[in-house]
């Protein structure tokens, strides 16, 4: 059953790559693709082991982009493209899948060729106006060919801030935190230290990554319930603000596990167990407060 589909789809390819020059080119773009999808397949499949939800927002942002376009795929097909458009397009395709061979070492390169080269047969297809219309739709499309947004980000955020400026701060609020409970702690830098010892604070414990997967999930949520871009912009800071806040006691615990109790209570709060133990009551109260503006934007309608 599932040889024959295959054999179908081919077979249906392969009809419309012959229909006209313009699938042919189509054709071609998209089969540069496969170039491309094995390494998406590796990373996303990498990063999902090591416990990131990236592959789960690519397929969600890939599904809400593309059946929006499927449902309104009559009034797309109805679009006119001139004959500028429709080179322009082809030049966009042909140019990207010429840097193609030069890329291979870099995902980061292939991704956003292949994304160019989509973009040029959204653009030799349907013109601008298809741009145009649905910005949204293009855009999920596109951010859900990037395997593993949360590197990128991460990349994107230390160019920006000073060196180790989440650390810090995650460390100088631990501090705090422990000095409220009667704890001697003293925050330099992004250390955090205890008459009985100290704890350094690190990228992958400053907050940083869960943040981000709150804001993905955040983003997901309000355009899957079909919110207004009000209420999604307060739903994914209220998942940033959350995250960043639920991040100082997790870093009092792993202070207070590594100095008193010893490694392996460190390790068990540090890992897997410990981290879904803290992202479980992080979601939990993150949805009562999603429903409450939920209900708020009823009440107000």
């Not at 189509?26 to 416990?51: I, N, Q, R, S």
Request: aromatic share 14%; glycine share 8%.
């Amino acid at each position: 059953m599932i040889q024959q589909k295959i054999q179908r789809g081919v077979v249906r390819l392969a009809q419309f790559s012959s229909c006209t020059p313009h699938h042919r080119i189509v054709t071609f773009g998209l089969l540069m693709g496969l170039f491309y999808l094995p390494d998406w397949l590796k990373v996303a499949v990498d990063t999902c082991l090591h416990g990131s939800s990236n592959i789960l927002f690519n397929l969600g942002f890939l599904y809400l982009g593309l059946d929006h376009l499927w449902k309104h795929r009559k009034s797309v097909n109805r679009m006119v493209v001139s004959d500028e458009e429709r080179l322009t397009g082809y030049l966009i395709i042909f140019g990207s899948a010429a840097l193609f061979p030069v890329c291979f070492s870099s995902v980061s390169l292939r991704a956003l060729l292949w994304a160019v080269i989509l973009i040029g047969i959204a653009y030799s297809s349907w013109g601008i106006r298809f741009f145009k219309i649905y910005a949204v739709q293009s855009i999920l499309i596109l951010v859900s060919l990037y395997p593993d947004w949360t590197y990128a980000l991460r990349e994107v955020w230390k160019m920006i801030t000073p060196a180790h400026y989440l650390e810090n701060l995650m460390a100088w609020a631990g501090s705090l935190a422990l000095q409220a409970i009667g704890q001697p702690a003293i925050a330099k830098e992004f250390i955090i230290e205890l008459p009985a010892g100290a704890v350094q604070i690190g990228f992958v414990c400053n907050g940083f990554e869960m943040a981000v997967t709150m804001a993905g999930a955040s983003l997901l949520m309000g355009l899957w319930l079909k919110q207004s871009r009000l209420n999604t912009i307060a739903m994914v800071v209220v998942g940033v603000m959350l995250a960043l806040i639920f991040n100082i006691p997790r870093i009092m615990l792993l202070t207070i596990a590594s100095v008193y109790w010893g490694k392996d209570s460190f390790d068990f709060w540090h890992g897997t167990w410990g981290g879904q133990i803290f992202s479980t009551i992080l979601f939990t109260v993150y949805y009562y407060l999603v429903m409450w503006i939920m209900n708020q934007q009823t009440v107000k309608e």
